[in-house]
């Protein structure tokens, strides 16, 4: 079955540091996104991304980097990890061509950031 | 700026009653509706959705009810059940391509 998978599923790291979150997708969908879920604000985008080689800011993208070499990989970089970037991040993929808009999400990974 | 508002932010229902979580969305572009249910530990997943030329879309126990003029549309929960306690997330799509705009979340509990 075509699923969509998040790593690592925990992370803790120190303020300062690089962390990559990895998400992988197998429904090869053209459209993939990242969003963070905080308490009280509900799912805010990041970045996004509508194929190989686009990668688009989203609503809160500052001190977050993305790439797409492929179809399959989002990975999601914080380039100096903050405290206020602890959070639970989630990656999407849906199909560009469809008119449901139905996202797929992976499980999530949850940051710390200390 | 939240496009999309959600309220309440948690709420707590009795086994059988009815759960109604309300969201008011500000740009008239938005042309699709989801809503999406989260358990714990889980990612979001799509439960229901509607789009603005219908008032209302029935699946079951979920109905959702669409006021365009008012811009506003809800989640009616019938009968609900202790395994409907989850998260609600309503959402508002706009183009171009699929993004969403979420509602920041209603915590539903339904006690046994």
């Known amino acids: 079955d075509a699923e969509i998978t998040q790593s690592p599923r925990h992370k803790i790291t120190e303020t300062g540091r690089q962390v990559t979150l990895a998400c992988h997708q197998t429904w090869n969908h053209n459209n993939m996104f990242w969003y963070r879920q905080d308490l009280g604000h509900g799912l805010r985008l990041i ?16 001190g977050y980097s993305v790439s797409r070499s492929n179809t399959e990989d989002l990975p999601l970089t914080l380039e100096s990890a903050a405290s206020s970037q602890t959070s639970v991040y989630f990656c999407a993929s849906s199909d560009g061509t469809g008119n449901t808009g139905e996202l797929f999400f992976g499980e999530g990974s949850r940051l710390t950031v200390l | 700026q939240q496009q999309v508002k959600q309220s309440p932010q948690s709420l707590i229902v009795q086994k059988g009653g009815i759960s109604i979580i309300n969201c008011a969305y500000e740009n008239t572009a938005f042309d699709y509706f989801p809503w999406y249910q989260q358990f714990p530990g889980k990612g979001p997943a799509l439960l229901i959705a509607i789009r603005p030329d219908v008032s209302e879309k029935k699946e079951g126990r979920f109905t959702i009810s669409f006021n365009k003029s008012a811009k506003q549309f809800s989640l009616h929960i019938m009968d609900s059940q202790p395994g409907d306690s989850a998260t609600y997330f309503c959402a508002a799509r706009g183009r171009p391509g699929n993004m969403l705009t979420f509602g920041g979340g209603t915590r539903l509990m339904v006690k046994p």
């Open chain 1, 47 to 62: 970045h996004y991304s509508y194929g190989v080689q686009d990668t688009n800011k989203g609503e809160v993208s500052d």
